[in-house]
């Protein structure tokens, strides 16, 4: 079975807090891909990062990082000093490498940064 | 660069109707993906076209139903609607080929069914 959860179901931080928004998978297959989008009032999913089961190098992108840990099934993500503008729902996501359609979606994490 | 537009933006319907909901992809991208997204949840895919045929399909019945036209842009029909379509139906456009699963959203139809 796939599955993604985010256990978080809503944050509230002060702007330049650091935050982390964490997500657990579950999946049978060797090789999947990972995904965090964003989704802000407008609600357009913005696509933050995609990571691959076989690479387990974290990434940091600006204030953004990510750190997946495959002996956990986990992707978490950080979010550091936070901004008013990250003040969004956030989603992570899992693709199996045969099927190249459909993501499994976590319900999403609703982060709140108040200035 | 036009990303994926999608339309209308918002939309009112009663119990019964059927509506037509239409998704234009990202320019270069040739599959378009449905997803429903209630609010409060993540979105749940419906079903994808490629090559205007629907590849693959989510738990979803057959009131829903899609087109892909030749320039790649699609739509999604719902019949007889129900209180529970109420939702924001996500398009989504990707690249078949040579695509790790990267998926470029629209901004939704927020659909309500009264």
């Known amino acids: 079975a796939q599955k993604v959860t985010q256990a978080q179901t809503e944050i509230s931080v002060v702007e330049k807090e650091d935050v982390t928004l964490d997500c657990v998978y579950e999946t049978r297959d060797t090789t999947y891909y990972l995904f965090w989008y964003k989704q802000p009032p407008s609600g357009e999913l913005v696509f933050l990062i995609r990571?691959?089961?076989?690479d387990e190098q974290n990434e940091i992108s600006g204030r953004y990082s990510w750190n997946f840990q495959k002996s956990t099934s986990s992707f978490n993500f950080t979010i550091t000093a936070s901004q008013v503008v990250d003040s969004a729902v956030y989603f992570c996501a899992l693709r199996n490498a045969g099927n190249n359609r459909k993501l499994i979606w976590g319900l999403g994490t609703s982060l709140a940064v108040n200035p | 660069d036009a990303g994926v537009t999608q339309s209308p933006t918002h939309l009112i319907k009663t119990r019964g109707q059927q509506v037509t909901l239409r998704c234009s992809p990202k320019s270069g991208h040739d599959t378009v993906s449905w997803y429903q997204q209630a609010l409060g949840q993540g979105p749940q895919f419906i079903f994808q076209y490629y090559e205007e045929e629907e590849r693959q399909r989510g738990n979803f019945p057959d009131r829903f139903s899609g087109h892909q036209y030749p320039n790649y842009s699609s739509e999604l029909n719902v019949n007889a609607l129900l209180l529970g379509d109420s939702a924001l139906y996500l398009c989504?456009?990707?690249?078949?080929?040579?695509?790790?699963?990267?998926?470029?959203f629209g901004e939704g139809s927020r659909l309500t069914v009264l």
């Open positions: 990571r691959n089961s076989f």
């Open positions: 989504a456009s990707s690249l078949v080929v040579g695509n790790t699963g990267e998926l470029f």
